[in-house]
């Protein structure tokens, strides 16, 4: 049977011709398209970089720093990043063996996924989640277990449906405290009993911490500082959100010798190395920009708190946030799926927010709002959502 | 430094019901400590951050050291407040290093200020050497730069 030429999709494999876009990109087209819309549908600071991490990229590029890295990354970076780790989160990591540089968190996630995942093996996840989990297991051939947080115990991790659906197949948990869509953080309390959980089931903790600076209430506390982590946790964080450093790509995993080796190798075929230039970028925020990330935490705080008033205002049912920059108001009460809700909002308002049903079926009946965004934008954001609300009740 | 002064440092036209839901406190509470705040000279005014240069108002900015030779009794601070109190100076300070005091000072042209320099602030009992430095552009004013950030673009739809 002779094949057309004319369907050159059937060159792709079946595991990505699975793979669903992501409903975030469906949005953003349609989002596009519309002039002078406030957008609450970003998921990244409205700050530019700190100047000292700019200037650094610069003078690197001035003294003609523009080759590769060593694989794991410049060891003055992985030096930096091992004392901030100590000093803001009581973590030990050896910079020599233990830490490597990656391009962004999206990175580090996928070279854990794929250097330590078989065919078949299950990863737990809770949902609803940042939207790269499910597609990144699935592109490292094994399977999603989800747990849903519900919003009556607001979005927190249920240890007991945790448990529930271990199988023998789990090899491993992926979390994401403080969490992107919902916002909320992992209480010190519940981090130890998840350390329990894993160390009794003896699996591997896979966890997303690139909001761990962003928390407004109490410290964060990371599960891989409890006896016994250390050898079992994967640890993800990097520069894009407390830093404001997005556009740098620039992530890093910390993890046991064994596992990182099997990370580099991954990540010394695939990438070799991340840029030179936001290494050197890097080392300079983790070395002086404490200050300026803690302004910018603070004027995060304050937009959190302004925001979340005014949404109890409106009458929209909402949870305090503890962390990151999401705020994930339910609207289940007001008539609409999310996507519809989003779409309507955008349509007669022109505010855009991300509908919670592209963060997994559990986010259904949810809206992501981003507050990384200034007082007075969010002042007329809520204005507007105001008139829209007026004309569903 | 408290938050209400950052916001207020940052925007002092902020609306008091805006700074209470960041602070969550009551927008009474949050009259009451401006109030207060200002009882206790902490807030001393309000005042609007004005690109001068954009407005053609040919007024003239200068930056003067000032050399002294302190008195026995009054120390730098009698000097000071001396000079301070001529209009012309918009700022001042106590220095450390090669001067004592550092003045800002405006005029309406660059003689005016000249002769504020020669004959006034020169001829003043302790001073005993100035130096001016007129200024001929401003880049950066409290914090604020002239010419603003360039916008940052980010997408409005992001993971
Ligand atoms: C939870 C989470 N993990 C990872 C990332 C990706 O970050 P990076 O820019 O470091 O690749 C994001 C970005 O939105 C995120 O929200």
């Given at each position: 049977m002779s094949v057309s030429p004319s369907h050159p999709e059937r060159w792709i494999a079946q595991h990505v011709t699975g793979l669903p876009r992501s409903g975030i990109r469906d949005f953003f087209e349609l989002v596009q398209g519309v002039p002078d819309v406030i957008s609450l549908g970003v998921g990244e600071p409205d700050f530019t970089a700190p100047w000292r991490a700019r200037e650094a990229a610069i003078y690197a590029l001035e003294r003609g720093r523009t080759s590769y890295t060593s694989n794991l990354g410049l060891l003055k970076l992985r030096r930096a990043i091992a004392n901030f780790l100590a000093k803001h989160f009581q973590l030990g990591y050896d910079p020599e063996k233990e830490i490597l540089v990656t391009v962004g968190v999206s990175e580090a996630l996928d070279l854990a996924l794929r250097a330590l995942l078989d065919p078949g093996d299950e990863v737990i996840i809770h949902q609803p989640c940042f939207v790269s989990y499910a597609p990144s297991i699935k592109l490292a051939h094994a399977k999603v277990v989800e747990v849903v947080t519900s919003p009556e115990s607001g979005f927190q991790l249920d240890l007991n449906a945790l448990e529930k659906a271990i199988t023998p197949k789990t090899k491993a948990v992926l979390i994401n405290f403080p969490c992107n869509p919902t916002g909320s953080t992992l209480s010190s309390d519940t981090a130890r009993k998840l350390a329990e959980v894993i160390i009794r089931n003896d699996l591997l903790l896979i966890t997303d911490e690139i909001y761990a600076c962003l928390v407004y209430d109490q410290p964060f506390v990371s599960p891989a500082s409890f006896p016994g982590m250390h050898e079992r946790t994967i640890y993800l964080n990097g520069m894009s959100k407390a830093w404001a450093m997005t556009g740098f790509r620039l992530g890093f995993v910390c993890a046991p010798q064994p596992l990182l080796e099997a990370m580099m190798r991954v990540h010394q075929y695939c990438m070799m190395c991340a840029s030179i230039i936001s290494q050197e970028a890097a080392v300079a925020a983790l070395s002086y920009c404490d200050d300026d990330i803690e302004q910018m935490r603070q004027s995060f705080h304050k937009r959190r708190n302004y925001l979340h008033a005014r949404f109890l205002e409106l009458g929209l049912k909402c949870e305090l946030p503890q962390g990151a920059f999401y705020m994930f108001p339910d609207i289940r009460e007001l008539g609409l799926q999310s996507k519809d809700f989003a779409l309507q909002l955008l349509e007669s308002q022109k505010v855009a927010a991300v509908p919670g049903s592209a963060f997994g079926s559990a986010g259904e009946g949810f809206l992501r709002c981003c507050y990384a965004t200034s007082i007075d934008e969010l002042r007329e954001a809520c204005d507007r959502i105001g008139r829209f609300l007026e004309t569903l009740r | 430094m408290d938050q209400l002064l950052k916001i207020l440092s940052d925007n002092a036209l902020t609306p008091a019901a805006d700074i209470a839901r960041m602070l969550g406190i009551s927008a009474e509470e949050v009259r009451q400590k401006i109030d207060d705040y200002e009882k206790r000279k902490v807030i001393l005014g309000y005042k609007a951050v004005i690109d001068e240069d954009k407005l053609n108002l040919d007024r003239v900015k200068a930056v003067i050291e000032v050399k002294v030779q302190p008195e026995r009794e009054g120390g730098f601070d009698r000097l000071a407040s001396r000079i301070g109190?001529?209009?012309?100076?918009r700022s001042m300070f106590l220095a450390s290093g090669t001067f004592d005091f550092l003045l800002f000072v405006e005029g309406a042209n660059l003689r005016e200020v000249a002769s504020f320099v020669s004959e006034t602030v020169s001829t003043i009992e302790g001073v005993t050497a100035t130096a001016t430095h007129f200024m001929l552009k401003t880049y950066k004013f409290e914090g604020v730069l002239m010419k603003g950030q360039d916008s940052n673009e980010r997408l409005s739809i992001a993971p």
């Open positions: - | 109190k001529f209009p012309e100076v």
